[in-house]
Each structure stands twice: as C-alpha cells, then as structure tokens.
T-cell receptor, first 114, second 116 residues
Framework: AQSVTQPDIHITVSEGASLELRCNYSYGATPYLFWYVQSPGQGLQLLLKYFSGDTLVQGIKGFEAEFKRSQSSFNLRKPSVHWSDAAEYFC????????????FGRGTSLIVHP | DTAVSQTPKYLVTQMGNDKSIKCEQN?????MYWYKQDSKKFLKIMFS???????INETVPNRFSPKSPDKAHLNLHINSLELGDSAVYFC???????????????FGSGTRLTVV
C-alpha cells in the first residue's frame, strides 16, 4: 500500500518570500501525486497533479511541484508567497493498484507573516 | 453555481440521535465520495459511489449508511451518534474513467458535526 509523509506540520514564511513544502511518498511503482489546499472553513481544492511525463508540474495560483523519483518526493513550490496563501496544504498519493484511492498526508499549515 | 454543495454546514446534536448530511454535485461527475476529517486534519475515505453503486466501503461502523439516489447526489445517514463521530465530513466528486481517484477530486465545503 502507498503512504505519504509531510514532514513539516507548520511552515512560517514572510510575504514575498519563496516557499517549498515537502512531500515524500512510499510506493513501488510510479504513483499518482496531488497537492490540495484547504483554506479555513473550506473544502480542499486541487492545486496540481502528476501522472506521468514532465516531472515539473504547473498548477493554479502560481504553484508548481517537481516529481523526483530518486528521492520519492513531490515538493510544492511558489516563488513569492502572498498573504492569501495561508492555509493547510495536503499532499496525496494514489497508486496503480487496488482501488487507486489516494492516501492523504497529514497536512502542512502555512503561516504567512506580513 | 457551487460545484459540490453539502448541507448543513454545521450540525450540533446530542448523543444517540440520528442525523443526515446531504451532498449534491452539478459537475456531471460519475463518482462521489465521503471523507472524514478528524481534529488533527487527517482525511480518511469512508465511502465511494460510482453511478449510484457502492464501490468503496472502508472500515466504518455500520451506524453510517450512505445512499445515492442518483449520480448527482450522495447522502450520509448516521444512526445513534457518538461523541467520537464529531468531525468534519467532506463530500467529493470526480470523473473517473479508468483511474479511480486518479484525476483529482472536487470537494464540498464540509459539514462540521459536533456530538454533545
């Protein structure tokens, strides 16, 4: 079965600074990878996803993520953070076996200082 | 024009009561899900329906019963509510094709259930 780890529970950045949120997965083959964002009191919104092909994936809201098979990672990045990016971010991994239902990480809370 | 809508948004009830949460999607998706998010934000799949048929039924107490009258609606009925049922319940939908869950979900805004 697949698993996903988000090592950072909280990340604090200043507005305008760059951001990288870490995600590591465990799965024997090429996984399907996702990043979701959850604003307070809201549901999750899909930022981007990776299935195959180009390992650098562009998403909405200026986010991108890079799949690195050698490191089993799918880190989320943004060059310049805005105060409105403060939210909970979830990485998810789905596997081409069984039900494909994605497994979600525990989330990283992003705090943005003015 | 909400894509996935859940009602109610908040639900406070006493132990032992029976309650329902409703979900509707207007995206034309063929698969719908219920997820439970606990106080530590952990998301766990509960059920999934594809074209009104139950396809995923995780280890959930049988006090929880989903029902899908058509592929645009998925309701969740909970009997004999317990304190541990307090959580945020999310409905989600997706268009599956050959990869269940593989194309990403559209989530509703959640129902915060508090059992007192």
């Amino acid at each position: 079965a697949q698993s996903v780890t988000q090592p950072d529970i909280h990340i604090t950045v200043s507005e305008g600074a760059s951001l990288e949120l870490r995600c590591n997965y465990s799965y024997g083959a090429t996984p399907y990878l996702f990043w979701y964002v959850q604003s307070p009191g809201q549901g999750l919104q899909l930022l981007l996803k990776y299935f195959s092909g180009d390992t650098l994936v562009q998403g909405i809201k200026g986010f991108e993520a890079e799949f690195k098979r050698s490191q089993s990672s799918f880190n989320l990045r943004k060059p310049s953070v805005h105060w409105s990016d403060a939210a909970e971010y979830f990485c998810a991994v789905g596997a081409a076996g069984g039900s494909y239902i994605p497994t979600f990480g525990r989330g990283t809370s992003l705090i943005v200082h003015p | 024009d909400t894509a996935v809508s859940q009602t109610p948004k908040y639900l406070v009830t006493q132990m032992g009561n029976d309650k329902s949460i409703k979900c509707e999607q207007n995206l034309g998706h063929d698969t719908m899900y219920w997820y439970k998010q606990d106080s530590k934000k952990f998301l766990k799949i509960m059920f999934s329906y594809n074209n009104k048929e139950l396809i995923i039924n995780e280890t959930v107490p049988n006090r929880f019963s989903p029902k899908s009258p058509d592929k645009a609606h998925l309701n969740l009925h909970i009997n004999s509510l317990e304190l541990g049922d307090s959580a945020v319940y999310f409905c989600a939908s997706s268009q599956e094709g050959t990869v269940l869950g593989g194309y990403g979900y559209t989530f509703g805004s959640g129902t915060r259930l508090t059992v007192v």
